[in-house]
């Protein structure tokens, strides 16, 4: 019967670490959207940009190009969306990279009034095949 306790309240606890983080983590119903006007003095700064990869079927296709991505920036610098707005090529990859790197880039958030807030940024990633290494 102890053990039954014991084992019920450790799967009560790891319940409620599980219930606990689902709630600290942003929704995209907690970012607005991105027509939305953000008053904003000083916009994010990027301080860790991650370069995508180049897509194997791009470059086996001798395919360069542009993406346009759009990435909500929150107030801790985090990408918590991001999406590819436009695409130069469809279907070899572009858009998923980009969208990739930016997930994983960091930012000095935006200020308002001193204070940091959330704000869509919108960036133009270039593919060129001079700027890429095959791998040897």
Request: one cysteine or more; proline letters at 6%.
């Amino acid at each position: 019967m102890k053990r039954c306790i014991v084992l019920l309240f450790v799967l009560c606890l790891f319940a409620a670490m599980a219930v606990a983080g689902d709630v600290s983590k942003k929704s995209d119903a907690d970012i607005p959207p991105s027509d939305q006007f953000i008053k904003v003095e000083v916009m994010p700064e990027c301080v860790k940009k991650v370069e995508p990869a180049y897509p194997a079927a791009a470059v086996k296709a001798g395919i360069e190009g542009d993406v346009y991505v759009q990435a909500y920036v929150d107030k801790t610098g985090k990408v918590l969306k991001a999406n590819a707005l436009k695409c130069s090529h469809k279907d070899v990859g572009f858009e998923e990279a980009a969208v990739k790197a930016a997930y994983g880039s960091e930012y000095k958030p935006a200020t308002q009034g001193g204070d940091p807030v959330g704000v869509w940024v919108s960036y133009k990633v270039s593919f060129k095949l001079d700027d890429h290494k095959s791998p040897e």
